[in-house]
Nanobody
Framework: QAQLVESGGGLVQPGGSLRLSCQAS????????IGWFRQAPGKERKEREG????????????FYADSVKGRATITRDNGANRIYLQINEMTPNDPGVYYC?????????????????????WGTGTTVTVPS
């Protein structure tokens, strides 16, 4: 059975950098769109924001939410079946529970991030805290 497990959350100081990883098992990531989502404190899960997504296969087109554009980078290591998110210059607006996701059906980076289109797998989430 496919499983996604995030790691790397914790306390990040304002101005610091966050690096998260997501290990996939039971699922080959290479062909599929991937994404990172953030559920801000006090928000419901349905209000989560798609912060960074990437197409599958050879395209590797990336999409970033305005809130992280210029500060975030999504990458994938197909050999290790793992995806990463780095966000630099963290601010008190960046904390939350971060989830990785995989979209397998007609999913593109923008569709995944903006509409959660075609997502079949979600991680369990990792919590990031940024003190104000």
């Amino acid at each position: 059975q496919a499983q996604l497990v995030e790691s790397g959350g914790g306390l990040v100081q304002p101005g610091g950098s966050l690096r998260l990883s997501c290990q996939a098992s039971g699922l080959i990531l290479r062909p599929y769109a991937i994404g990172w989502f953030r559920q801000a404190p006090g928000k419901e899960r349905k209000e989560r924001e798609g912060v960074a997504c990437m197409d599958g296969g050879r395209a590797s087109t990336e999409f970033y939410a305005d809130s992280v554009k210029g500060r975030a980078t999504i990458t994938r290591d197909n050999g290790a079946n793992r995806i990463y998110l780095q966000i630099n210059e963290m601010t008190p607006n960046d904390p939350g529970v971060y989830y990785c996701a995989v979209g397998t059906t007609g999913a593109t980076a923008q569709r995944v991030c903006q509409w959660e289109f075609g997502i079949d797998y979600w991680g369990t989430g990792t919590t990031v805290t940024v003190p104000s």
